[in-house]
């Protein structure tokens, strides 16, 4: 377990002077700067609402709801075994210590195994440990300037069952203001990634602590870690930009009170290229083959999505995709309909031919003195038509029978008169 010990009393940074015993430390290369912002920085005021419909949907609730009570925590009647008081939070003024759960926490759509609980009343869901844990990637009940080692009463405890993980911040006092009285609130992890803060004892308003000495939140953040470019070939400056925030109404923080975050479906969560750009659940979204990966391109692993050139497969398997689909999809337009009509009336048309062919043929031979037989006979050479005579069968011309000629140089028809 990593602590971090030896906090700056100054600002509101948390460092750890200790060595760097996992890879999540920060290397001392490294130089961090100041947190940028990414997205509107408007602070959520109303009682239900959804924040940006992307993430989070979150709601409060107060001291006379009835959902107040039963999100509540009581970990007075867990059992001992189950309920964790942590000695050296419980004894220290800006300190912090890294904890691990029994399951995958889902964050912003990333699933995290490790945390941090500060004496300050948050929680820091970064991967990479640096000074500044106030600054982003929080869950923050009330963050605010807490002493837990002011008195013996005052206590950061946890519990984890499996499916629930909950910090309680049991009886702690503002620095410096340890008269105004304790303060008692819980933060709530579930396993399906819903968030709640209950809030049993607020004995002032929360808009009346001061935040001279230690930041004042109240919500929800994560960033995502980029390169700077700099001119020193030996340092290496890495920024967080907070790319969200739910940042909640201190106002409606009071005792009995209580907020539940719902999560959101998220990009990361398709695990297919079909599911990435097909899922209602989610949009925006990009399938990067080289990497597996759904994403809008905003969260975590942002710098490497950049590196992989992502956003140009995204926008090339997106074209192919829309393609494909069209092809699939796409009802007979009107040139198909025409295409098929004329088709349809070239058929006919040879149909129509045919039959008008057979028809002449069959009139031919059933009256072959009439004059367009004649006609076509004479027209014909020898080759095609042989000469024909007739006998007399009375007034009634017919063809009686036909006899083949062997030397003439036209075809010819020779017929007797009528009577």
Sequence with gaps: MLYINNAIKTGDLYEDTSA?????CVNSSIKWHYVRRTEGKNPLTSFSQEDSQKYYRWQSFGPTDTQTASLWVDMDNLHKNQVRIHGILSNAHRQAARVALSFDFPFYGHYL?????ATGGFIYMGEITHRMLTATQYVAPLMANFDPSFTKNSTVRYSDNGNLFVVQWDKVRLKDREAAGPFTFQAA???NGTIVFNYKDIPLPVEEINS???PLKVGLSDAFMGHLPTSLLSAKRRTIYEYHRVAIDTTKIVSGSAFEFTPLPTCLQHTSCDLCLTSNLT??????????????GIDRHRQEW??????EEVRLITILHKREMSSFTSPPNNGM???????????AALVLLVALTLLAVYYINTHPTVAPPFYLMQRRTNNYWPSMKFRNQGCHSSYAEVELGGHEKEGFIE???CC
């Design 20 to 24: 760097c015993c996992q890879s999540q």
């Design 113 to 117: 195994r490790q945390i941090i609980i």
């Design 189 to 191: 992890l579930h396993k």
């Design 212 to 214: 001279t000495e230690h």
């Design 283 to 296: 949009s925006s979204c990009g399938w990067c083959n080289t990497l597996q990966r759904c994403s809008d």
């Design 306 to 311: 950049l590196d992989y050139n992502c956003p």
């Design 337 to 347: 309909t025409e295409n098929t009509a004329i088709i349809a009336g070239v058929v």
């Design 415 to 417: 017929a007797e008169h």
